[in-house]
């Protein structure tokens, strides 16, 4: 634990309280000293944290791949080279299974999707005091380290994802097919507002899946790490060890699962046949 | 766990990467995959070709050396018949030639011996002469019985 006197509750609020950017209520910008102070900000403020970690793991990302996108030739690929060609072939079989049309963004999406959301999880891993402890000694209040479970950064992949949809659906479509789409199935045209509705929310349901699958999940498996660290030191690893294992798989499910939706997805909006 | 702008960010950050990604890193490592998978197919292939043409080359030489020994045999057999052929002309040449030798040898020594005869004819004849001359030398006219002696000698 951080500091001896905190309690149960306030450790946990501590752990889930992101590093927050924004204006204070009389006017200057700066850090938010507490929930109270991040909750007065309102909407046009920052998670520091957030936005900190899911850059560098997604620089990460991109560093090492143009690395080995730079270093690929026919010759026979070693060592971190064949990993990475071994992701690709991976992502570019699932992309291939399943999607039909023809776009050279879908393959790169999914591979983006798929390494940074990993890469995200995987900082649940990392014992949960690390981080926030080698912070607070550098003088930083919070930090949640995560990404991934802060809806923030879920909800903002899933509007990218949304906004693609619709792009790529009144691109394929046409403006007049998709809202033909929306509006004259499953039930014909003399049912027009009930279709709109039901394909409406068949539409937000995408985008809002995603963030929520995806935030969900590691919001409890990060919930899980925080209350095993509220054991005693000498019996934490029972618990935790196991629940890390199980969450490798958690890790690579998730944004297996964030990818595969997100190809499928893709499909459907470029199927002119509904 | 508000929701603010930090979605905004994440929403940009998000488009950037993929934007890199795709511009940078998806598009060579996938020619580059598809590529080397060209050239392993290509190889693969060229290997099996060289095995066809190194078996077609094999069977060829096999050939070449089966129909070379028939060759060679073909000529030792010749050769041989030649050489035959050669011995018995030889042969023929050398009894042919020992023939005639052997002939003008004998017409030379028929003619030795009637020129020998002839010889011996004279001698006697002269010596009947002499003798009878000698025995009759006051009875016999040389010259009246030199027809009647020449023939004698003749019918020697």
Known sequence: MAQGELTASAYIKHH???LTFGQHPDGTWGIAHGAEQAKEMGFWAFHVDTLGFSFVLGALFLFIFAKAAKRATVDAPSGLQNFIESVIDFIDDNVRGSFKGKNPMVAPLALTTFIWIVLMNTMDLVPVDWLPYAAQLMGIEYLKVVPTTDPNATFGMALGIFLLILFFSIKEKGLGGFVGELTLHPFGKWMLPFNLFLEGVNLL?????????????????????????????????????????????????????????????????????? | MNINATLFGQLIMFGLFVWFCMKFVWPPLVEAMAARKKSIEEGLLA??????????????????????????KEIIDNADKQANVMIDNAKGAA?????????????????????????????????????????????????????????LSQSL
């Open chain 1, 16 to 18: 889930l309280q992101n």
């Open chain 2, 47 to 72: 290997a099996e070709q060289g095995r066809a043409e190194h078996a077609q080359a094999q069977q060829k030489a096999e050939e070449l050396i089966a129909s070379t020994k028939n060759q060679a």
């Open chain 1, 205 to 274: 349901a995408k985008p809002v899946s995603l963030a929520l699958r995806l935030f969900g999940n590691m919001y409890a498996g990060e919930m899980i790490f925080i209350l095993i660290a509220l054991l005693p030191w000498y019996a934490q690893w029972a618990l935790s060890l196991p629940w890390a294992i199980f969450h490798i798989l958690i890790v690579l499910l998730q944004a297996f699962i964030f990818m595969t939706l997100v190809i499928v997805y893709m499909d459907m909006a470029h199927q002119k046949e509904h």
């Open chain 2, 95 to 151: 009894v042919e030639e020992a023939d005639k030798i052997k002939a003008h040898a004998k017409s030379e020594l028929d003619q030795e011996v009637v020129r020998a005869r002839n010889d011996l004819k004279d001698q006697v004849s002269t010596l009947v002469m002499q003798g009878v001359n000698s025995v009759l030398e006051k009875e016999v006219d040389a010259k009246a019985h030199k027809d009647m002696l020449s023939k």
